[in-house]
Structure formats: C-alpha cells, structure tokens
C-alpha cells in the first residue's frame, strides 16, 4: 500500500507497512505485531517525541557504552525490522557486538534476521544455531540459549523490546542493562540500569550521535543516573498528556 504522505498519521502507517512486510518475509514473529502495537500505543501517550527524560537516557547509555569492555546488542524480530542500518552502525562505532536472540526462537528466523543485518552491512553476528553455545541460568533452554563471545560474557548489553524474564535473568548474571522500552511499567524497563523510554526507531540515531561525541574522548569515572525517577518523568508526561486529551474533548 502507497501511505499518502500527507496523511496525519504518516510515520506511524510507514512502521506498519515495514512491520507488514516483514512478518511475510518472516522476520518479525507474528507476536511481533502485537508487541509494535503495544508501542504504538504508549508512543502516542508519550507525544510520538523523544523527551528531555529519554535524551538523559540516551546520554548516560553513550557513556556506559564508550566504557564497556564487551559490549552487545541483542537483536530480535521487531528491531532487526525496523533500525537494521543503526544496528550495523553503531556495532562498528563503538565496537558493539550483534548477538540475535529471539524468544520465539527457529534457526530459520535467525538466519533471515542475520541475512538481513548483513545486506546492511553487519558482520560476525553472534547467536545463530550452534553458535548460541551457553545458557543464561534461571531460563528454559530455548530462550536461555546465548552465545558465548557475545551476550554470556558481555559487561554491558543493549535490550531493546525485551522479555521481561530474559532481562531480569541478564540482570541477575551481574550485567548492565540498557533498555528501549516504550513501556516503562513494563518488567523490562524497570528491572534495567538505564531505561530509553522512546520508540527504537528515534531513540537509536541519537545513541549513535551521543556515542559520536563521546568516542575519543575521556569519560570520567563516575556519573550519576537516577533510573527509577527518569522512568517517573516519563509516566508524568504520558499522565500530562492525557490530561491535555481530556481537556480537549471538554474544549469541544
Ligand atoms: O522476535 P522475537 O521472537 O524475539 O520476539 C520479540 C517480541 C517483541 C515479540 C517479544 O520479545 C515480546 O513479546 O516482547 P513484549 O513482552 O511484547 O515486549 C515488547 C515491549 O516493547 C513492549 O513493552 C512494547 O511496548 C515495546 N515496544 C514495542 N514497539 C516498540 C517498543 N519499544 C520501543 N520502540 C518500539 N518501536
């Protein structure tokens, strides 16, 4: 389908129809779906905008990245999808490793997904068949299954759209997690070090130009980042504007 492109809800219609595509290709899950609709929802709750919390964020994860020493992105359906250019770019910034982990997991999916990062330009992507060698204790063997250069010894790995399971399991084997969740009530978000709460597909363009700045750079040892109160702000702007809906509708 052509999206007109002056129709309001332009961006938005664009998502679905690559979403669209991809559940036929066989990226995404067909679970996947719900999940992106889950997103849009909160998204439009957020102002479909990346807020002054979710810059914050974004800023304390270029940080905690410039420093890790192992650090990695797990990709799923839904983000292999939707930012497979920003996945390849930032892996080779920083350097970041790319680990597929799906929790709907067929080699046939991860070898779509890997194929697909590779038309963009990806390279020794990590957690295809034989390669996911370890398991991340406490989880089922499907969706504990990891790689061993990758995930199972990274210090810092990026999550976005992750299982809640998964992400606590993560937590629990002493990593850093950088979550991208539109959700912020979600077990996800409030379980990670540092939660993005923004949709992946703006938030990923600015943690490569905040990783931009900061390479090269010395970064001092320290910093401070209150996860739970950002993740407060942000449920306080979705809160402020429902609020302005509400009034809306009475202005009517
Ligand atoms: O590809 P697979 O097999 O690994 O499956 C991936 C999904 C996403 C289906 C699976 O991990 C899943 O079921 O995830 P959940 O539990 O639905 O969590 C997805 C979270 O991502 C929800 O909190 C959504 O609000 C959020 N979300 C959806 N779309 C976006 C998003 N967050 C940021 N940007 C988005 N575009």
């Known amino acids: 389908m052509v999206v007109p492109k002056n129709h309001p809800r332009y961006e938005s219609l664009l998502l ?12 995404i899950s067909e679970v996947g779906i719900a999940a992106h609709g889950r997103g ?15 810059e914050t964020a974004i800023k304390a994860s270029a940080r905690l990245l410039c420093r890790a020493e192992n650090p990695v992105i797990s990709v799923n359906g839904n983000i292999a999808c939707l930012v497979p250019e920003e996945i390849v770019k930032i892996s080779k910034i920083l350097p970041l490793k790319i680990e597929i982990n799906l929790f709907y997991r067929t080699v046939e999916r991860e070898t779509k997904i890997k194929k697909r990062l590779e038309k963009f330009g990806g390279k020794n992507i990590l957690g295809v068949g034989e390669n996911a060698n ?5 989880l089922d063997s499907l969706r504990g299954k990891v790689s061993r250069e990758g995930i199972f010894t990274s210090d810092v790995i990026i999550v976005p759209l992750e299982d809640g399971d ?14 991208i969740d539109l959700n912020p009530l979600s077990r996800t978000s409030l379980c990670a070090d540092i939660t993005i709460v923004d949709n992946v597909v703006r938030a990923m363009p600015r943690l490569i130009e905040e990783i931009k700045k900061l390479k090269n750079k010395d970064i001092e040892e320290e910093f401070i980042f209150d996860n739970a109160e950002n993740i407060k702000k942000s449920i306080e702007i979705m809160k402020n504007n429902l609020i302005r809906l509400q009034e809306k509708i009475d202005e009517r």
């Open 16 to 27: 679905r129809e690559k979403v669209k595509d991809c559940l036929k290709e066989g990226i």
């Open 166 to 179: 998964r992400a606590l399991a993560l937590k629990n084997m002493g990593k850093k997690i950088i979550a």
């Open 134 to 138: 370890e398991c991340i204790p406490g």
């Open 40 to 54: 849009e929802a909160f998204d439009y709750f957020l102002g479909e905008r990346t807020t002054e919390q979710a």
